[in-house]
C-alpha cells in the first residue's frame, strides 16, 4: 500500500508562486509514476503533470506548460510541483497520485492523496 500526504497549498495573488509537495510512504516508490491533478468547482478532475519513475520524462497539461514544474526528491520520498505566475484560473483542488505507469489518465492512477486547496485572487 502507499500513501500520500500534500502540503503547501494556500491563498495567494495572482502573479504569485506555490509550492506543492506531496509526501509519500509504502512499498516500491521508486518504480512508480507520480502525476498531480486538479478539480476546480463544478468540474471534472484534471492532469496538471506528471515525472516518469525515473525521474527522465516530464509531461504537462498545456494551460500549465511553461509557470509548472514537477520534479522529484527520492531523499525525501516526495514529488514536488513549484508553481509559477498563478492564475485565478489555477483555483481548485490539488490532487497528487501513484501510478504503475506514465499517464495522463485519472484511471490510470491507484494511489491518491487527500487533496490541499489552492486559490489564486485576482
Known amino acids: 500500500q502507499v500513501q500520500l500526504v500534500e502540503s503547501g497549498g494556500g491563498l495567494v495573488q495572482a502573479g504569485g508562486s506555490l509550492r506543492l509537495s506531496c509526501a509519500a510512504s509504502?512499498?516500491?516508490?521508486?518504480?512508480?509514476?507520480w502525476g498531480w491533478f486538479r478539480r476546480a468547482p463544478g468540474k471534472e478532475r484534471d492532469f496538471v503533470a506528471a515525472?516518469?519513475?525515473?525521474?527522465?520524462?516530464?509531461d504537462y497539461a498545456d494551460s500549465v506548460k511553461g509557470r509548472f514544474t514537477i520534479s522529484r526528491d527520492n531523499a525525501k520520498n516526495a514529488v514536488v510541483l513549484q508553481m509559477n505566475n498563478l492564475k485565478p484560473e489555477d483555483t481548485a483542488v490539488y490532487y497528487c497520485?501513484?501510478?504503475?505507469?506514465?499517464?495522463?489518465?485519472?484511471?490510470?492512477?491507484?494511489?491518491w492523496g487527500q487533496g490541499t486547496q489552492v486559490t489564486v485572487s485576482s
Open positions: 515525472i516518469r519513475w525515473r525521474g527522465d520524462s516530464t
Open positions: 497520485a501513484a501510478a504503475p505507469v506514465y499517464s495522463r489518465r485519472v484511471d490510470d492512477y491507484a494511489y
Open positions: 509504502g512499498r516500491t516508490l521508486w518504480s512508480l509514476n
